[in-house]
Protein backbone atom coordinates (compact mmCIF):
# COMPACT_ATOMS: atom_id res chain seq x y z
CA UNK A 1 0.00 0.00 0.00
CA UNK A 2 3.25 2.35 -0.06
CA UNK A 3 3.07 3.00 -3.61
CA UNK A 4 -1.13 2.23 -4.53
CA UNK A 5 -0.91 1.81 -8.74
CA UNK A 6 -4.05 3.65 -8.72
CA UNK A 7 -2.21 7.23 -7.75
CA UNK A 8 0.61 6.45 -9.71
CA UNK A 9 0.75 9.03 -12.89
CA UNK A 10 3.44 8.72 -15.70
CA UNK A 11 6.35 10.89 -15.74
CA UNK A 12 10.02 11.03 -17.13
CA UNK A 13 13.07 11.57 -15.62
CA UNK A 14 16.89 12.43 -17.73
CA UNK A 15 20.19 12.26 -15.84
CA UNK A 16 22.43 15.21 -16.15
CA UNK A 17 25.29 13.23 -18.03
CA UNK A 18 27.72 15.53 -19.57
CA UNK A 19 28.62 19.17 -20.71
CA UNK A 20 27.84 19.88 -24.79
CA UNK A 21 30.22 22.18 -26.51
CA UNK A 22 28.33 24.38 -29.24
CA UNK A 23 30.57 25.07 -32.23
CA UNK A 24 30.92 28.05 -34.70
CA UNK A 25 30.10 27.37 -37.52
CA UNK A 26 30.68 28.41 -40.99
CA UNK A 27 27.63 28.92 -44.19
CA UNK A 28 28.03 25.84 -45.10
CA UNK A 29 27.32 24.23 -41.89
CA UNK A 30 31.20 23.26 -41.15
CA UNK A 31 32.55 23.70 -38.01
CA UNK A 32 34.97 26.40 -38.11
CA UNK A 33 38.56 26.00 -36.51
CA UNK A 34 41.65 27.85 -35.15
CA UNK A 35 45.22 27.09 -35.11
CA UNK A 36 46.82 27.97 -31.15
CA UNK A 37 50.29 27.25 -30.94
CA UNK A 38 50.29 24.90 -33.40
CA UNK A 39 47.18 22.89 -32.61
CA UNK A 40 43.77 22.79 -34.65
CA UNK A 41 40.95 23.39 -32.31
CA UNK A 42 37.07 24.14 -33.15
CA UNK A 43 35.89 27.72 -32.53
CA UNK A 44 33.50 26.90 -29.11
CA UNK A 45 30.65 29.43 -29.09
CA UNK A 46 28.70 28.17 -25.52
CA UNK A 47 28.55 25.13 -23.73
CA UNK A 48 25.38 23.93 -22.10
CA UNK A 49 24.21 21.00 -19.96
CA UNK A 50 23.82 17.38 -21.75
CA UNK A 51 21.48 14.85 -20.65
CA UNK A 52 20.40 11.22 -21.27
CA UNK A 53 17.59 10.41 -23.05
CA UNK A 54 14.46 10.20 -21.10
CA UNK A 55 13.12 7.25 -19.46
CA UNK A 56 9.59 6.87 -18.41
CA UNK A 57 8.24 5.97 -14.95
CA UNK A 58 5.39 5.45 -12.58
CA UNK A 59 5.34 7.56 -9.49
CA UNK A 60 2.65 9.22 -6.80
CA UNK A 61 3.33 13.11 -7.94
CA UNK A 62 1.76 15.75 -4.74
CA UNK A 63 -1.04 18.54 -6.27
CA UNK A 64 1.35 21.47 -4.28
CA UNK A 65 4.02 22.05 -2.01
CA UNK A 66 4.22 20.66 1.63
CA UNK A 67 2.95 22.19 4.61
CA UNK A 68 5.09 22.67 7.88
CA UNK A 69 3.74 19.69 9.29
CA UNK A 70 4.86 17.70 6.52
CA UNK A 71 7.71 18.94 5.86
CA UNK A 72 10.51 15.97 4.87
CA UNK A 73 13.41 18.68 3.39
CA UNK A 74 13.52 20.91 5.93
CA UNK A 75 11.83 24.37 6.18
CA UNK A 76 13.96 27.11 4.24
CA UNK A 77 14.11 24.55 0.60
CA UNK A 78 12.13 26.14 -2.27
CA UNK A 79 9.90 23.13 -3.62
CA UNK A 80 6.95 22.94 -5.71
CA UNK A 81 5.82 19.40 -5.51
CA UNK A 82 7.01 16.02 -4.21
CA UNK A 83 7.27 12.49 -5.61
CA UNK A 84 7.09 9.66 -3.34
CA UNK A 85 7.65 5.99 -4.63
CA UNK A 86 8.84 2.90 -3.08
CA UNK A 87 10.89 2.17 -6.41
CA UNK A 88 14.25 2.38 -4.46
CA UNK A 89 16.28 1.29 -7.98
CA UNK A 90 15.57 4.96 -9.69
CA UNK A 91 18.77 6.58 -10.18
CA UNK A 92 17.25 10.20 -10.56
CA UNK A 93 19.42 12.51 -8.22
CA UNK A 94 19.66 16.43 -7.96
CA UNK A 95 20.52 17.35 -11.38
CA UNK A 96 17.98 15.40 -12.67
CA UNK A 97 15.24 17.07 -15.23
CA UNK A 98 11.49 15.54 -14.44
CA UNK A 99 8.79 16.02 -17.52
CA UNK A 100 5.22 15.49 -16.00
CA UNK A 101 2.59 17.97 -18.26
CA UNK A 102 4.54 17.69 -21.53
CA UNK A 103 6.43 14.84 -23.06
CA UNK A 104 10.21 15.60 -23.67
CA UNK A 105 11.49 17.00 -26.99
CA UNK A 106 14.52 17.00 -28.89
CA UNK A 107 17.08 19.34 -30.30
CA UNK A 108 17.91 19.49 -33.50
CA UNK A 109 20.98 17.55 -32.82
CA UNK A 110 19.02 14.61 -31.40
CA UNK A 111 19.87 15.13 -27.89
CA UNK A 112 16.91 15.69 -25.52
CA UNK A 113 16.03 19.57 -24.77
CA UNK A 114 16.38 20.71 -21.46
CA UNK A 115 14.20 23.53 -21.63
CA UNK A 116 10.88 21.36 -22.34
CA UNK A 117 11.79 19.74 -19.00
CA UNK A 118 8.59 20.80 -16.36
CA UNK A 119 10.82 20.43 -13.34
CA UNK A 120 14.03 20.26 -12.03
CA UNK A 121 14.62 18.29 -8.91
CA UNK A 122 16.14 19.92 -6.34
CA UNK A 123 16.14 16.80 -3.29
CA UNK A 124 16.42 13.63 -2.08
CA UNK A 125 14.98 11.99 0.48
CA UNK A 126 15.80 8.31 1.28
CA UNK A 127 14.10 6.18 3.56
CA UNK A 128 14.29 2.27 3.95
CA UNK A 129 11.32 1.73 1.72
CA UNK A 130 10.52 5.09 0.20
CA UNK A 131 11.95 7.97 -1.97
CA UNK A 132 10.70 11.47 -2.13
CA UNK A 133 12.11 13.52 -4.30
CA UNK A 134 11.61 17.69 -4.29
CA UNK A 135 10.94 19.16 -7.24
CA UNK A 136 10.80 22.92 -8.46
CA UNK A 137 8.30 24.19 -11.67
CA UNK A 138 10.87 25.64 -14.23
CA UNK A 139 10.19 28.74 -16.47
CA UNK A 140 9.06 28.03 -19.64
CA UNK A 141 9.68 30.54 -22.59
CA UNK A 142 6.81 31.70 -24.47
Known amino acids: MRSLKKNMQKLHYSLYSKQIMIYEKDENGNIIYDEIDGEVLPRIIAERAGYSEPVSFYANISAANGTSDSEVFG???????????????????????????????????????????????????RSLNNVVYAIKKLAKEG
Not at 95 to 117: C, H, K, Q, R
Open 75 to 125: VSLDYTKTISTSDMTLPISETSLIWFETEPTYNDDGTVNEASADYSVVAVA
